[in-house]
């Protein structure tokens, strides 16, 4: 009896961590798939100054600071600011957003950097789906 009962604690034991490994490797999924777009900050410009995403998912946004200079990143209709170090990229997670436009701004330089994020609210189709479609 005491043989059947450490059995089935190392039984649950194992399933709780392929479980839990399971997990892990869902949860990595689901953030490899999130679509990325690129800033880059040059000569305290936003390029592209403009930049339409879809609604209701979360981005990925990698901001390229090309300047010698350190930068802030702030958005108060996005809720973000993230300091930007010189000749380094910088990370933000922004969304699920609604349909609408979300204005950002450089602190240091808020008359020159300056950039907007417009979120559309159809299925944006990457060159890469366009591609697909267009060869059937």
Known sequence: MANMIKTSRG????ALFISFVLLVIASYNALAE???????LKKHLF?????TIPSNKKIKLVIDNQDDSIEEFDSFSLNREKVLFPKRKSIIY??????????FFGEYHPSSARGLIIVNGAELITP?????DDVN
Do not use: C, H
């Open 11 to 14: 039984l649950n034991k194992l």
């Open 34 to 40: 999130r679509q990325e777009f690129t800033v880059i």
């Open 47 to 51: 390029y592209p100054a403009e930049m």
């Open 94 to 103: 922004i969304g699920p957003l609604t349909p609408g436009r979300y204005d």
């Open 128 to 132: 890469s789906d366009k591609e697909a």
